[in-house]
């Protein structure tokens, strides 16, 4: 069976950075697109970053130009110039559209001075 991790979280001040790792226990990041979520508490779950199987990245508005996802052997996401509303559990997802998805447990982050 597949099962993602996260790991990489913590607490930091606002303009810190964090870089989060999401790695597996199978072998699906070669082939398959990857893409991390967060969620602050009492929120929806919100889409951050996308990299495909191709290696098209996209991210959600509000982290272009901070947030960098990469992919060398796990997924990453970089994470720089940290705000308070940058404060959620992310998760890493896994997933082909229409086919399947696997997601991680997710990692608490929090930004606060």
């Known amino acids: 069976q597949v099962q993602l991790q996260e790991s990489g979280g913590g607490s930091v001040q606002p303009g810190g950075s964090l870089r989060l790792a999401c790695t597996t226990s199978?072998?699906?990041?070669?082939?398959?697109?990857v893409s991390w979520y967060r969620q602050a508490s009492g929120k929806e779950r919100e889409w951050v970053a996308t990299?495909?199987?191709?290696g098209l990245i996209d991210y959600t508005d509000s982290v272009k130009g901070r947030f960098t996802i990469s992919k060398s052997g796990a997924i990453y996401l970089q994470m720089n110039d940290l705000k308070p509303e940058d404060t959620a559990v992310y998760y890493c997802k896994a997933w082909k559209l229409g086919h399947w998805s696997y997601w991680g447990q997710g990692t608490q982050v929090t930004v606060s001075s």
């Open positions: 990299i495909t199987a191709i």
């Open positions: 199978g072998s699906i990041f070669d082939a398959s697109d």
